[in-house]
């Protein structure tokens, strides 16, 4: 008989950028509901380290898997689905690598540029694309990470902000055309939450300060704050649910976006911030 505490036994989940901050904690809240769950990263160490923090929370029958897979690489990314989907079928997938930089439009380049679209934008495209394909004609759910910055602007952020903005209307357009598979796909737009890529925000008390301003429930994320949240969304309970971007950002939605010039001054000099002032 089944458990019903195992909302998920005897699902399949793929969670890109498994390896560490929230893309982890979605793999163990997804682990724990009893999916077989399948972690995607760069690093074979950073994956079999993480593993090894999962492990004690797989309840019977659920397991942990690894494939290492840069997430810009559709070969790369088709062949992770094959992983999480050894019997041709997935049933939630978490998009969730992504990265970023930081500095002025006028002195951003190209390469910048690409580089973070091609991480956070196409590397959820493909990443919906090949595992809507392994959910065609049994259904599924895909849940992207997205962030308050696809929303309101960040001075010396436009790179990121215009992925992330991206990303959400790519959700809405996926949505829109896999939900007569079956498939539903919604995201989640956290605010400042500490993880590893978020370090260097999140370190700077002037910026810290800027961002718990701005939020009425007046305290930083953590990656259980979102992890809950992807889970709902993969899971069962919510089932007449699509197209959606849910803000889990302490209301961080209802004010401005972060003032970020004390970082960029710290690790760029003066000039950095100087440039987008009027001669």
Known sequence: ?????????????????????????????????????????????????????????????????????????????????????????????????????????????????????DVNLTGTFLTIKHAGRAMTGAGGAIVAISSIAGVLTHRFMSGYCASKAGLEMLVRCAADELGALGIRVNAVRPSLVPTDLATVLATDDVVVADYLDQMPLARLGTTDDVAAAVRWLAGPESSWVTGQCVAIDGGHMLRRGPRIESMIERFFGSEAVACIKPR
């Not at 509901?33 to 993480?50: F, N, P, Q």
């Not at 929370?57 to 494939?67: H, S, T």
Request: hydrophobic share 50%.
């Open 1 to 117: 008989m089944r458990n019903p505490t195992l909302a998920l036994e005897g699902q399949f989940a793929l969670v890109t950028g498994g390896g560490s901050g929230i893309g982890l904690a979605c793999a163990r809240h997804l682990l724990r509901d009893g999916a077989t769950v399948t972690i995607v990263g760069r690093s074979e160490e950073k994956l079999h380290a993480a593993v090894a923090a999962l492990q004690p929370d797989a309840p019977p029958g659920a397991a942990v898997r690894v494939a290492v897979c840069d997430v810009t690489d559709e070969a790369a990314v088709e062949a992770a689905v094959r992983t999480a989907a050894p019997a041709g079928r997935l049933d939630i997938a978490v998009a969730n690598a992504g990265g970023g930089s930081a500095g002025a439009i006028v002195r951003m380049s190209v390469d910048e540029w690409r580089s973070t679209l």
